[in-house]
């Protein structure tokens, strides 16, 4: 995960959050939270570098439709920066959380 870009990061926890998502659909859930456009230059070229990385898997629905999903090495990997995460944040956000 060291090598990945925050975008691709946040595909793959987009892609973890859903069921085999398509990509606009993941286009849709970034858009909501960039409060931005993401344009298919940007979205496709990166999920095909999550796939050469063996990050995720691609399948095909129909002839125009892929889906995404975590392989198990991306499944590892998003456990491994959640732990590496929780060393430094994990104390903040308690303290932040009301009781």
């Known amino acids: 995960m060291h090598d990945l870009t ?39 070229p990166n999920l095909d ?13 129909d002839r125009r439709t892929n889906y995404y999903t975590l392989t198990r090495r991306g499944r590892r990997e998003l456990e491994a920066r959640r732990e590496w995460e929780n060393q430094y944040v994990s104390d903040l956000i308690e303290e932040a959380t009301p009781a």
């Open 6 to 44: 925050g975008f691709q990061r946040d595909l793959l926890y987009v892609i973890a959050g859903l069921d085999e998502p398509h990509g606009l659909a993941i286009k849709e859930e970034l858009e909501d939270y960039y409060e931005s456009e993401i344009h298919h230059g940007r979205l496709y």
């Open 49 to 61: 570098t999550l796939v050469e990385k063996g990050l995720i898997d691609k399948g095909q629905r």
